[in-house]
């Protein structure tokens, strides 16, 4: 049982690139939450997604991010034109309807030079 | 407004010697709280949740809904123990998780 995948692990972009950061679920998980650790902070949330809907994105900045949940696939996190601030940790987790646990990926590190 | 506070970032006992990570919380209502624990390049992952009331790896935690804590506890800690550990609200009907900063517990020899 293939627990939440990231990836990349590790990503680096220079500023104004774009940044995609993959998440796959745990199989037959429908809910995919995104966080963000800043250096030296805990996990803040960002987006909560089921399939082909956006059910929370109430700590998603409103410019530049944006994320997905296709009906096939994995779920996309996308910081357009990226800036040295959005140098972080983004954690990826998965629950299933019932929520009786949410199971994180290892994160994808994001890097901006 | 929902917080977690986790007032130490790092704690540091020896070995066999009791164990208590502190965390607080703010919320208007019930909330359902959780420790996670992340071990060195590994992921994040649930070490225990109030509703259960059990014990993992000899912790425990109470939820004291008068001092709004949710302190994590072990009597004898061991040197794998030594980890990030992090507490979690999760508001009534709500799906998404506020975290504390993070404790950095080492053990030592």
């Known amino acids: 049982n293939a627990g939440v995948m990231q990836n990349p692990r590790h990503l680096v972009r220079r500023r104004g690139q774009e940044a995609r950061l993959r998440c796959s679920p745990v199989k037959g998980h429908s809910h995919v939450y995104w966080y963000r650790q800043l250096p030296e902070e805990g996990l803040k949330f960002m987006v909560y997604?089921?399939?082909?809907?956006?059910?929370?994105e109430s700590g998603m900045p409103k410019e530049r991010f944006s994320a997905e949940f296709p009906k096939e696939g994995p779920s996309i996190l996308r910081i357009q034109q990226v800036v040295r601030g959005d140098s972080a940790a983004y954690f990826c987790?998965?629950?299933?309807?019932?929520?009786?646990?949410?199971?994180f990926g290892q994160g994808t590190r994001l890097t901006v030079v | 407004a929902q917080r977690v506070t986790q007032p130490e970032k790092l704690l540091s006992v020896f070995k066999g010697a009791p164990v208590e990570l502190k965390c607080n919380y703010s919320y208007s209502g019930s909330p359902e709280l959780f420790w996670y624990v992340q071990y060195s390049r590994q992921r994040l992952q649930l070490l225990l949740r109030h509703i259960s009331r059990e014990s993992i790896k000899g912790f425990t935690a109470d939820l004291n809904k008068g001092e709004t804590s949710f302190h994590l506890k072990k009597p004898f800690a061991q040197e794998e123990d030594s980890a990030m550990y992090y507490c979690a609200l999760r508001g009534q009907g709500a799906q998404k998780l506020v975290f504390g900063q993070g404790t950095r517990l080492t053990i030592n020899p």
């Open positions: 997604l089921q399939k082909e809907n956006i059910i929370d």
């Open positions: 987790a998965s629950s299933p309807p019932s929520y009786t646990e949410a199971f």
